[in-house]
């Protein structure tokens, strides 16, 4: 009888053990500096929390670290589909940081009511005119389409720009970028670059692109194309 508990308790162990091994945190690296972030690093702007990097890691689904994606990022990783997953984790952690950068300058608190006719909707959770706010520039309008973390019952009752709202705080809107991304280029197999995409500033041939393409110039080392050997030949 002892014998057979003793059994257990060996299974239940390994058991757990591999549990832990099978929910181990993913291998991550943190982002380098956008040009952005660098500038307003000098001048006493807002900047990058690194504590960001890790928040888009941790959300990035599997497919998102695939071969499915490499065409898509390919102008900005070359090396998407040859490089490691901490690496690949590093390269989304810089590219929301540059998205960031180009959308609300890194600031957390940015709000933004648009003028412009195509964008007077109104939002379908708040039911007025459609505001971006946050470091991705989203609406409530996401918490419905894309089940973002948006608490509007809440946040109606704070100041607009009250960091504890929960459209404002970093990890919510950050990861409710994952989740947009995801949909665009994974499920509706949009491009990552696309005139209809959820964001102006990854529709080229615009001035907003511009500005973050401006932001995707120091991307992760291991993303760049690796020089071609020097035939033996040709060096001697």
Not at 195 to 221: E, I
Request: charged share 25%.
């Amino acid at each position: 009888m002892a014998s057979v508990a003793g059994l257990a308790l060996v299974a239940l162990a390994v058991g757990c053990r591999k549990q832990e091994e099978h929910t181990a945190a993913p291998a991550m690296k943190p982002a380098p500096e956008t040009p952005i972030d660098t500038k307003r690093a000098e001048i006493g702007g807002a900047i990058w929390d690194p504590a960001w990097d890790k928040i888009v890691e941790e959300a990035l689904p599997p497919e998102m670290l695939s071969a499915q994606v490499g065409r898509d990022v390919r102008p900005f990783c070359p090396q998407f589909n040859t490089i490691g997953e901490a690496d690949k984790r590093a390269f989304w952690a810089y590219f929301f940081q540059a998205l960031a950068g180009a959308e609300a300058g890194l600031k957390p608190t940015t709000r933004v009511r648009h003028s412009e006719p195509a964008m007077e909707v109104k939002d379908q959770v708040t039911g007025v005119q459609v505001r971006s706010e946050g470091l991705l520039q989203l609406s409530y309008w996401d918490a419905k389409r894309y089940g973002c973390d948006f608490d509007w019952e809440t946040d109606r009752t704070l100041k607009a720009d009250d960091q504890a709202k929960t459209i404002l705080q970093p990890k919510n809107n950050l990861e409710c970028g994952v989740k947009i991304l995801d949909r665009q280029i994974i499920e509706q197999h949009e491009p990552l670059l696309s005139r209809t995409g959820y964001w102006s500033t990854l529709r080229p041939g615009t001035v907003s692109y511009r500005v973050f393409a401006k932001q995707m110039a120091n991307v992760p080392v291991a993303c760049r194309m690796r020089a071609k050997p020097v035939p033996r030949d040709a060096a001697q």
